[in-house]
C-alpha cells in the first residue's frame, strides 16, 4: 500500500488566514483544495509537504459570477459545478465540452479549477481551455492581491506564477459579443488523460468575417497557444480551406512525445484534425450567438 510520508495538517477558515498559515509553515508547507492531484502525488513520495494547509472552507472562492462583461470563477469552484453552470455553457461552451471529458464524476466532484491550473500537468485539460479564452489569474498573497494574464501564468511543466506564499483566488473569462468555444479531446478510455486535445475560440465581426481567433492544445507540447494559426484566420470569412490551413499550421508547430499513448506521427496528426473540428464548431456556435 502507498502511503504518503508524515505531515501535519491544517484547516484555513478565511483567505487571510490560509497566507497566515502558508507563511508560518514556511516553504513546506501546500495548500490542499480537492487533493485529486497532491494526494497521489504524496502517496507516491513524489510530493512530500511537511504541512498541508485546506482550503475546502474558504466558501468565499466557490463562486460562478457574471460580473459586467466578465465572468468570474472561484479558484475553489469544482468540475461539477463548471459543467453543470448554464451560464458556463451559454458564455463558454469550450469549459463544458473539457469538463465532460475530465476524469470521472468521483475526481469531478471534489477537484477544482484552482487545484488543475496550480497543478500545471502538461495534459490537463482546463490549462487549455483558460489560456484559449485569454483568462486572467487573481492570486493573493501577503503583500496584496495581483492580476496575470493566462499567458504568463504558466512557467513550465507543473509550474506556475503562484508563489508558494500565495493563493489562486479566481479567474476572469472576458465576455465577447459573437463569439463561440469548443474543445475536443481523444482520449484512450473514457476518464483518461488526453492523448491530445485542441480547443478553439472565435468572434465574428458584423459581417461574419473572424474578428479575433484563439487555439489552444493540450499534451501535444508544452505550449499551449498556437499563434501561428490563429494569425491567418483573423478578417476572414469562416471556411473548410482556411480550417485546414489552421490545422495543417497547429500541426506543424506542435512539439508532442511519443510516450504510451501513441507516436509522433499520431499526435501530430490529432493536433491537425482536432484544429479543424473545434474552428468548425466554435464559428457555427458564434454564428447562433448574438449577446455575450
Ligand atoms: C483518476 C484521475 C483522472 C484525471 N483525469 C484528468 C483529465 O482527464 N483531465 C484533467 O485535466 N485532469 C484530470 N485529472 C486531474 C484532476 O482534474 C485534478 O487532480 C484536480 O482537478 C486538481 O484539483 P484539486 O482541487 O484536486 O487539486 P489539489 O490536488 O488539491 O492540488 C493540486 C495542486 O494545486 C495546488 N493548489 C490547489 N488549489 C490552489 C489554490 N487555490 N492556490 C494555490 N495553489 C493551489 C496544490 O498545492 C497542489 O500543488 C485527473 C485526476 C485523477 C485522480
Redesign the pocket.
Known amino acids: 500500500m502507498q502511503i504518503p510520508a508524515p505531515f501535519d495538517y491544517v484547516r484555513a477558515s478565511t483567505i487571510d488566514d490560509a497566507l497566515d498559515l502558508l507563511a508560518r509553515h514556511g516553504t513546506e508547507s501546500?495548500?490542499?483544495?480537492?487533493?485529486?492531484?497532491?494526494?497521489?502525488?504524496m502517496k507516491l513520495r513524489l510530493?512530500r509537504?511537511e504541512c498541508l494547509v485546506d482550503?475546502n472552507d474558504l466558501f468565499e472562492?466557490d463562486f460562478i459570477l457574471r460580473d459586467g462583461d466578465q465572468l468570474r470563477v472561484g479558484?475553489?469552484t469544482?468540475?461539477t459545478a463548471l459543467l453543470e453552470s448554464a451560464e458556463v455553457a451559454r458564455l463558454f461552451p469550450i469549459v463544458t465540452d473539457?469538463e465532460r471529458?475530465?476524469?470521472?464524476p468521483?475526481?469531478?466532484n471534489?477537484?477544482?479549477?484552482?487545484?488543475?491550473?496550480?497543478?500545471a500537468?502538461p495534459?490537463?485539460?482546463?490549462?487549455t481551455v483558460c489560456d484559449v479564452l485569454r483568462a486572467v489569474a487573481v492570486?493573493r498573497g501577503a503583500t496584496g492581491e495581483r492580476s496575470i494574464p493566462m499567458s504568463e501564468f504558466h512557467r513550465g511543466p507543473y509550474e506556475?506564477a503562484?508563489a508558494q506564499d500565495?493563493?489562486?483566488?479566481e479567474l476572469r473569462f472576458p465576455i465577447r459579443p459573437r463569439s463561440g468555444s469548443a474543445y475536443e479531446?481523444v482520449?484512450r478510455r473514457v476518464?483518461?488523460?488526453?492523448v491530445g486535445a485542441a480547443g478553439a475560440a472565435v468572434s465574428l465581426a458584423e459581417d461574419g468575417s473572424i474578428d479575433a481567433a484563439s487555439i489552444g492544445l493540450?499534451a501535444l507540447g508544452l505550449d499551449h497557444i498556437v499563434a501561428e494559426a490563429e494569425a491567418v484566420l483573423r478578417g476572414e470569412q469562416p471556411r473548410e480551406e482556411l480550417f485546414q490551413e489552421a490545422g495543417r499550421l497547429a500541426a506543424a508547430a506542435s512539439d508532442p512525445v511519443a510516450d504510451q499513448r501513441g507516436p509522433i506521427d499520431y499526435k501530430r496528426h490529432l493536433a491537425d484534425e482536432l484544429t479543424r473540428r473545434v474552428l468548425r464548431r466554435a464559428c457555427a456556435r458564434a454564428a447562433q450567438t448574438q449577446e455575450g
Open positions: 501546500r495548500v490542499v483544495a480537492g487533493g485529486h492531484s497532491l494526494l497521489p502525488m510530493a509537504p482550503i472562492l479558484a475553489l469544482r468540475h473539457a471529458v475530465i476524469a470521472d468521483v475526481v469531478r471534489r477537484g477544482t479549477i484552482g487545484g488543475s491550473l496550480c497543478q500537468d495534459a490537463e485539460d482546463l490549462s492570486i506556475t503562484v500565495e493563493l489562486l483566488c479531446k482520449e476518464g483518461d488523460w488526453a493540450t
